[in-house]
């Protein structure tokens, strides 16, 4: 796992959301099931990167949508 992957899963794991280890792929919207745990974790991202994702990228479906 890279460190990249870690420190997500970290912040996943801050909001006491346990991921599964032996996934490769997986769906943010199968741990994250309402929006305050959504923009929480979306907090937890930019605490952790020492980043700002902007507004228009928090619409459901466009966060994690591959392009």
Do not use: A, H, W
Not at 24 to 51: A, H, K, M, P, R
């Amino acid at each position: 796992m890279d460190d990249i992957t870690e420190r997500i899963l970290n912040c996943l794991l801050e909001l006491g959301i346990v991921f599964e280890q032996e996934e490769n792929n997986f769906e943010l919207t199968d741990y994250i099931e309402d929006s305050l745990t959504f923009i929480s974790f979306v907090s937890e991202l930019e605490n952790e990167f020492d980043i700002e994702i902007p507004d228009e990228y928090l619409l459901q479906g466009v966060l994690g949508t591959p392009k």
